[in-house]
């Protein structure tokens, strides 16, 4: 089965780094995503690890470390605008679930002013 | 842009109703999902679909079946509602990695 925690809330203030984190337990691994949700909207694709390291995109870095079922969203000089719910999200190898995704429960960060 | 139509924002329907929930995708995308998303459960799947004519049962299934008739449409059906599945409904396509969501439906079943 797939178990995957995250932290259920973050605060940070405006113009500060945040670190969301997230470790997995799954059978099989087949890459690591994290969406973006605001409140009342669809999730949005914001990042995907297969391999590990950082993957940097603009103010937004994910780490992935496979060996230890871990990674982490990093948001630099976070705006107000960051204030959303983070979902990790893990691809496990199964039969007939390639292309599944397992979420979390997500991460919901307020940014202060 | 892709863009992923769920017919309805919100519905609201009564216990033993049998409910349709449209979902419909423009990019000729082979596989579509329904989730459903509670508080604190996060994002759960209930059914996808690799291609017409094609489904498979995700993590709860129980109470719930799909049509996908139509490469870029697919229909969660729920043939006798219930209070437990009151729920924010999201549909998704995806072509490769990316999983892209529908604005979601949320259902209050009474």
């Known amino acids: 089965g797939q178990n995957i925690d995250q932290p259920t809330e973050m605060t940070a203030t405006e113009g500060a780094i945040v670190q969301i984190n997230c470790t997995y337990q799954?059978?099989?691994?087949?890459?690591l995503f994290w969406y973006q949700q605001h409140a009342g909207e669809a999730p949005t694709f914001l990042s995907y690890?297969?391999?590990?390291g950082l993957e940097e995109k603009g103010r937004f870095s994910s780490f992935l470390s496979r060996s230890k079922g871990y990674s982490y969203l990093l948001l630099k000089e976070l705006q107000m605008k960051d204030s959303a719910s983070y979902l990790c999200?893990?691809?496990?190898?199964?039969?007939?679930?390639?292309?599944?995704?397992?979420f979390g429960s997500g991460t919901q960060l307020t940014v202060l002013p | 842009d892709v863009k992923v139509t769920q017919s309805s924002r919100y519905l609201v329907k009564r216990t033993g109703e049998k409910v349709f929930l449209e979902c419909v995708q423009d990019?000729?995308?082979?596989?579509m999902f329904w989730y459903r998303q509670d508080p604190g459960l996060g994002l759960r799947l209930i059914y996808f679909?690799?291609?017409?004519?094609?489904?498979e049962k995700g993590d709860i299934p129980e109470g719930y079946s799909v049509s996908r008739e139509k490469k870029e449409r697919f229909s969660l059906i729920l043939e006798s509602a219930s209070t437990n599945q009151t729920s924010m409904y999201l549909c998704?396509?995806?072509?490769?990695?990316?999983?892209?969501f529908g604005s979601g439906t949320q259902l209050s079943v009474l």
């Open positions: 998704a396509s995806s072509l490769n990695e990316k999983l892209f």
């Open positions: 799954t059978s099989g691994f087949n890459g």
């Open positions: 690890n297969v391999l590990d």
């Open positions: 999200a893990v691809r496990p190898i199964s039969s007939g679930s390639a292309r599944q995704l397992t």
């Open positions: 990019m000729d995308h082979e596989n």
């Open positions: 679909s690799y291609d017409v004519k094609m489904k």
